[in-house]
């Protein structure tokens, strides 16, 4: 199946968002 | 497509339930007992609540411990999934810790949760993080030290996002060479 991958700026964006 | 007035609040899933594990060192009691199963998520917004709440690994006491492994694999080479396994050491100097632990460790939590290592992230277990006077140490633990592919590429990509230069060379040890070693030196079985 697919893997669910994300990237390190994805994952810092969601960080910052509310 | 999907409308509901949730659209913007939904976490993002990630692909595995993670484990954050806790070690406080306590010389009175068994190793086993000073391991705390801190919290486990699976969504990128319950990872940053968690990062957010707890101390900065620079900020532990030395002898402490985090470890985050995939829900279900303990932390310690025992496991099933960890005794044919090893790890990715990267062993900082003292100095490293104020300039330099806080960000790898994040850079190893990103790996680890974002699946960074594509198809062989099936391999990876966990990470670790020593806090130590005489110097901390970042790890990746992965589940077969003979799985060479998996383990060079996992190791390649690690060194990588960890922004290490090239000069600097990492070691990947076989668990089952570091428990039965006669003295502080285990060999590395690859290096990147």
Same mark, same amino acid.
């Given at each position: 199946g697919t893997r669910i991958i994300y990237d390190r700026k994805f994952l810092l964006e969601c960080k910052n968002s509310p | 497509g999907k409308l509901s007035l949730g659209e913007g609040l939904e976490k993002h899933p990630l692909e595995n339930r993670w484990a954050l594990w806790f070690f406080k060192n306590d010389?009175?009691? *068994?190793?086993?007992?000073?391991?705390?199963?801190?919290? =486990?998520? !699976?969504?990128?917004? !319950?990872?940053?609540?968690?990062?957010?709440?707890?101390?900065?690994?620079?900020?532990?006491?030395?002898?402490?411990?985090?470890?985050?492994?995939k829900d279900g694999i303990e932390p310690m080479w025992e496991d099933c999934r960890n005794k044919h396994g090893g790890r990715w050491l990267v062993?900082?100097?003292?100095?490293?810790?104020?300039?330099?632990? !806080?960000?790898?460790?994040?850079e190893t939590l990103l790996c680890l949760?974002?699946?960074?290592?594509?198809?062989?992230?099936?391999?990876?277990?966990?990470?670790?993080?020593?806090?130590?006077? =005489?110097?901390? =140490?970042? *790890?990746?633990?992965?589940?077969?030290?003979?799985n060479q592919p998996a383990v060079t590429f996992i190791g390649r990509v690690f060194k990588d996002r960890l922004g290490l230069s090239p000069k600097v060379v990492i070691g990947y040890q076989a668990h089952a060479d570091t428990a039965t070693k006669s003295n502080s030196f285990t060999k590395n079985k690859f290096v990147v």
């Open positions: - | 010389r009175n009691r *068994a190793w086993r007992d000073n391991l705390h199963l801190l919290t =486990k998520f !699976d969504t990128v917004e !319950d990872f940053w609540a968690l990062y957010s709440h707890i101390q900065l690994a620079s900020k532990l006491s030395s002898g402490c411990d985090y470890a985050l492994f062993s900082l100097a003292k100095q490293q810790r104020q300039s330099n632990l !806080d960000r790898l460790w994040l949760v974002g699946e960074a290592f594509e198809e062989y992230s099936e391999e990876v277990c966990g990470a670790v993080v020593n806090v130590r006077t =005489k110097g901390d =140490k970042i *790890a990746i633990w992965t589940s077969e030290a003979e």
